[in-house]
């Protein structure tokens, strides 16, 4: 559910999905971290762009995710926040968190490649 000034301000492209996510918070979805920036011919009840923000689902689609984020290791990330028509859609995934074999070799191949980073300057 989005205040007026944030659909102005993503119809504008001043949305960023950067470290959000989405979780199941007393049966409801929930938006959180997304930044929209405040719209700019907005006055004093211009919102506030870090604030949690409701998703509005089907209540079969939120209970299709209710029983997945329950199992081990699941969560919700959102892809893309776009305009369709009237509407403002977030287009949400279901991931798994990397093991730590993973964590491990996604370090050592960052750290190569700021060693080759570094040997070229």
């Known amino acids: 559910m989005l205040q007026g000034t944030e659909v102005k301000s993503l119809r504008q492209g001043k949305g960023n999905l950067q ?6 918070r007393n049966g409801e979805a929930w938006l959180v971290g997304a930044h929209i920036s405040p719209y700019e011919q907005g006055s004093y009840a211009n919102h506030n762009p870090t604030r949690d923000r ?9 209970r299709k995710l209710i029983g997945k984020t329950k199992e081990k290791g699941l969560t919700l990330v959102p892809l893309k926040m776009y305009v369709k028509g009237r509407h403002i859609k977030v287009e949400i995934a279901l991931v798994k968190g990397k093991q730590e074999h993973d964590k491990r070799d996604t370090i050592k191949e960052r750290d190569i490649e700021r060693a080759i980073r570094r040997g070229e300057e």
């Open 19 to 24: 470290d959000s996510y989405a979780l199941i």
């Open 54 to 62: 409701r998703l509005l689902l089907h209540a079969k689609e939120l």
